[in-house]
């Protein structure tokens, strides 16, 4: 009998395949306990996703679909270019606010630039951008609590959702695993694009803040569509078109030059 759902055993495929690097339908049935036809429906679906690239007699990984990174693995990735990409966010945000700051390395930029602001309440499901803005005597730091992830740092589950829901809260600031112009914003993973999306509704802005590396790139959970965002600060290694099609939708762009180009 199947113990997963189409849903879980697809999920479950992909963490295989980028774990492994390639998987072969037979191994998968078996493991599964599903026909091959299943398996080769599945992965199917995933190709056709962009998710992971069919093979003769199996899957292997999409080079355009980067694994999760730790945060320590993370942090050593353009670590010049988040600072400047970090500032730039930090000088949206105005005297007064009261903010949503998402988990990661970015953001966590974005919070080092925040440390001598006033009246300045930040909420936070990051341990890390905690950390960071400990260190202000003047910034209020509220966190929304739940289940630490250790890999990314950050909180998720019931009770980090419900801390969300007594406030108002004027500009999200979110990080994401993938930026893709048909299927959205997305991270890898499930639980924490749950909690990403409730962050959106409970803002009045939602602010992108990526490198360009993530464009063109589909992370498996979907935070939400492209024209739900109102800001992106980004690098100049954005592509043409997602210049042209943000501003069709009206998505104010800041780009920061790269200096490696």
Do not use: W
């Not at 942090?75 to 970090?86: D, E, T, V």
């Not at 500032?87 to 974005?110: N, P």
């Not at 935070?223 to 943000?246: F, M, R, W």
């Amino acid at each position: 009998m199947d113990a997963f759902n189409s849903i879980e055993r697809q999920q479950e495929i992909l963490r295989m395949t980028q774990a492994q690097g390639k998987v072969s339908v037979k191994e998968l049935a078996e493991q599964f306990n599903v026909s091959e036809v299943t398996i080769r429906n599945d992965l199917s679906i995933l190709d056709r996703k962009k998710l992971l690239v069919r093979s003769r007699g199996g899957a292997m990984v999409n080079s355009q679909l980067g694994r999760e990174l730790s945060l320590k693995e993370k942090s050593h990735q353009n670590s010049q270019l988040k600072r400047r990409l970090g500032k730039v966010v930090a000088d949206l945000v105005l005297e007064g606010e009261r903010i949503l700051l998402d988990s990661g390395t970015t953001t966590q930029e974005v919070a080092a630039c925040l440390v001598d602001r006033e009246d300045l309440v930040v909420m936070t499901n990051g341990l890390n951008i905690a950390t960071e803005l400990a260190r202000s005597e003047s910034v209020e730091v509220m966190m929304t609590g739940g289940s630490l992830r250790k890999k990314s740092m950050s909180f998720y589950g019931a009770i980090a959702e419900r801390s969300l829901q007594n406030y108002n809260f004027s500009k999200l600031i979110l990080g994401v695993d993938g930026f893709d112009l048909r299927t959205g914003i997305g991270t890898h993973f499930e639980k924490e694009a749950i909690l990403n999306r409730l962050m959106c509704e409970m803002a009045e802005e939602v602010v992108v803040v990526t490198d360009s590396s993530k464009f063109d790139k589909r992370a498996f959970h979907v935070i939400c569509a492209v024209k739900e965002i109102h800001t992106l600060v980004t690098d100049s290694g954005i592509p043409q078109n997602y210049i042209e099609e943000l501003d069709k939708l009206g998505i104010n762009l800041h780009i920061v030059e790269r200096t490696d180009q």
